[in-house]
């Protein structure tokens, strides 16, 4: 069956509990973006304005690709808070960066707050949207606290790496009950969003962008170059997608990739811009 592909992008008034979600869900999301293209760009005057266009730009492609696939839908809302999401963070980095507030953020060594702010929106979708917290998985809530430990205990960073190279590897198999018929592979990353995902996928979504940052960051913090901090994860991550494709129950996709690569573009901009 054929659909007709609107032409022009729709403005849908925020009257519901889902529409009033999504539009704060759309602030937050692209909140990092503007965060980093500032810092990115921050010794430039029209640093802010740059990364409030970029946002707008990167918006506006994905709510135009939209308009060609059935099951969404978009439209200005989403338009403007995604760019008033990327202005928010663009200022919102203005102000950490700024002399007086930077003073005073100096005892929070980086990346801390950047490993500490993914932790918390991630607790705030896990903990605040499911209807039951049945679905909260306590072995990652465990291995989230011993990330945010090593913020304080550095120096065990490089005994941990292992460990938690580990832990990935189990994560990427589990539940280790593989079958024969493999299943396709979804090149297309965040398809499950694009599908209309439930509320329980934003949570999945920020756990992983905090758990592979922070697993870069350990990397680096065990004296290994960006290159290989990158690399061994991005291939632990590429065998298990690979491998899930014999997994009941699980979706093999790039999503994982993508969300490392934006995890090691976060963390490049706060090295980049210590003191």
């Known amino acids: 069956m054929d659909y007709p592909v609107p032409r022009t992008l729709p403005w849908i008034p925020v009257v519901s509990r889902g529409l009033v979600l999504d539009a704060v869900l759309n602030v937050v999301f692209y909140m990092p973006l503007g965060a980093a293209a500032f810092l990115t760009l921050r010794r430039r005057p029209s640093a ?5 266009v970029l946002g707008g730009l990167v918006s506006f492609s994905v709510e135009w690709m939209q308009l060609s696939i059935p099951t969404r839908v978009g439209n200005q809302v989403d338009l403007l808070t995604n760019t008033i999401g990327s202005l928010l963070g663009a200022v919102l980095a203005l ?5 007086p507030v930077a003073s005073r953020l100096t005892v929070y060594r980086p990346p801390g707050p950047l490993l500490v702010g993914l932790w918390a929106i991630w607790q705030g979708f896990r903990f605040l949207l499911p209807r039951s917290w049945t679905a909260i998985d306590i072995s990652h809530q465990i291995v989230g606290l011993l990330i945010l430990l090593l913020l304080r205990l550095r120096g065990v960073c490089r005994v941990a790496a292992p460990l938690f190279l580990a832990w990935l590897a189990f994560e990427e198999l589990r539940p280790f009950h593989f079958h024969g018929s ?10 499950g ?14 756990g992983k962008l905090f758990f592979y940052t922070a697993i870069v960051w350990i990397l680096r913090e065990s004296k290994l170059r960006w290159s290989w901090a990158v690399a061994i994860p991005a291939f632990i991550l590429a065998a298990g997608e690979t491998a899930q494709r014999y997994l009941p129950g699980r979706t093999p996709e790039s999503t994982d ?9 976060l963390l490049l901009c706060v090295y980049d811009n210590k003191g």
């Open 48 to 52: 802010l304005g740059i990364a409030g």
């Open 95 to 99: 102000v950490a960066t700024s002399p």
């Open 182 to 191: 493999p299943q396709a592979f979804g090149w297309l990353p965040f398809i």
């Open 193 to 206: 969003w694009f599908a209309g995902a439930s509320e329980s996928y934003y949570g999945v979504i920020f």
């Open 257 to 265: 990739l993508a969300l490392l690569a934006a995890g090691a573009f």
